[in-house]
Structure formats: structure tokens, C-alpha cells
Nanobody
Framework: QVQLVESGGGLVQPGGSLRLSCTTS????????WAWFRQPPGKEREFVAA????????FYADFVKDRFTISRDNTNNTVILQMNSLKPEDTAVYYC???????????????????????WGQGTQVTVSS
């Protein structure tokens, strides 16, 4: 089993920054990659960014490119989502997810699919408002 715990959400003004963390514990050797998804109020959950096991491969949804950065800290099994230039439309519950699928992260259709991820965190609220 794998446990994911997110932290770092909160209220921020438009243009501000937040740093989300996802700490992984348990059978981490089974994991091939991580992703962040978000669910805006009244909408479906959507893919935000993904990172492979080594941390070298990263992928982003078009709406966050050049604003968000995903990274992996291998020393403490933590995945970071640095969010800059935040907009009100970024308001959502953000979820960390991990996959045991060896090729999930590297295939566009698979890394964006909720069903490809085996473990999920409880979510952290991000609110962007003045």
C-alpha cells in the first residue's frame, strides 16, 4: 500500500504563489510516477501536471504551462507543485496521485486519465481571490 498526504493549500491573491507538497509513504518501490489533478467547484477533476519516477520527465496541462512547476525530491519521497501567477480560475481542490503503471506518465492519453492512478491523497483546497 501507498499513502499520499498533500499540504500547502490556502488562500492567495491573484498573481500570488503557493507551493503544494505531496509526501509518499509505504511501498514506494511500486510507483512509476506522480501527478497532480484538480477539481474546480462544480466541475470534473482534471489533469494538471505529472512527473516520472526519476524526476527528469515532467508534463503539464496547457493551462498551467510556464506558471506551474512539478518536481520530485528523491531524498524524502516528496512531489512538489510550485504554482506562480495564480488566477481565480485556479481555485480548486488539488489532489496528488501516484501510478504503478510503468508507461502511464509517458503516454499522453494515459497520464491524463484518472483511472490510470492507483493511489490518491485526500486533497488540499487552493483558493485564489482578492
Amino acid at each position: 500500500q501507498v499513502q499520499l498526504v498533500e499540504s500547502g493549500g490556502g488562500l492567495v491573491q491573484p498573481g500570488g504563489s503557493l507551493r503544494l507538497s505531496c509526501t509518499t509513504s509505504g511501498n514506494t518501490f511500486s510507483i512509476y510516477g506522480w501527478a497532480w489533478f484538480r477539481q474546480p467547484p462544480g466541475k470534473e477533476r482534471e489533469f494538471v501536471a505529472a512527473v516520472g519516477w526519476s524526476g527528469r520527465s515532467t508534463f503539464y496541462a496547457d493551462f498551467v504551462k510556464d506558471r506551474f512547476t512539478i518536481s520530485r525530491d528523491n531524498t524524502n519521497n516528496t512531489v512538489i507543485l510550485q504554482m506562480n501567477s495564480l488566477k481565480p480560475e485556479d481555485t480548486a481542490v488539488y489532489y496528488c496521485a501516484s501510478t504503478t503503471g510503468q508507461h502511464t506518465i509517458n503516454i499522453v492519453s494515459r497520464r491524463k486519465a484518472i483511472s490510470e492512478y492507483d493511489y490518491w491523497g485526500q486533497g488540499t483546497q487552493v483558493t485564489v481571490s482578492s
